[in-house]
């Protein structure tokens, strides 16, 4: 048996077309699929070609949670590398968000910032 590969994460959203801008804008991703989902929802499928984030707009209202790191299933963030971090800084300042925590560890670096939902991003160099 090969290695198991990571395929897609599902998050919650208000607004998916919105955050698939900023992800296409951001990151250079595109599009895979857009259309209805359970219970009536709206799913934008972005990403690559071998990976992505499927971001869903439930019906009705959303709930704002408390603190993501202490509530059972939740997301504490998503990870995404580039090959040019100061380069991704300097993008995502400019779109407007605002990095934090950069730091150096083994094996790579790495910054955090927050989108327009509070979604947490991990943004990881290994150059």
């Not at 955050?19 to 972005?46: C, E, P, Q």
């Not at 990095?99 to 979604?119: A, K, L, Q």
Request: charged share 20%; proline share 4%; with cysteine.
């Amino acid at each position: 048996m090969t290695e198991a590969q990571l395929e897609h994460v599902n998050v919650t959203c208000a607004d998916p077309d919105h955050t698939v801008k900023m992800l296409v804008d951001l990151f250079g991703w595109h599009i895979r699929w857009s259309g209805s989902a359970i219970n009536g929802g709206y799913t934008v499928h972005v990403g690559t070609d071998a990976q992505y984030i499927a971001l869903y707009r439930p019906v009705g209202d959303l709930v704002v949670g408390t603190d993501k790191y202490h509530s059972l299933s939740s997301v504490n963030h998503i990870g995404v590398i580039v090959p040019d971090l100061e380069q991704a800084d300097q993008k995502i300042s400019a779109a407007g968000y605002t990095p934090y925590s950069h730091g150096d560890y083994e094996p790579g670096r790495r910054f955090y910032f927050r989108d327009h939902d509070n979604i947490e991003y991990e943004v990881v160099s290994y150059r």
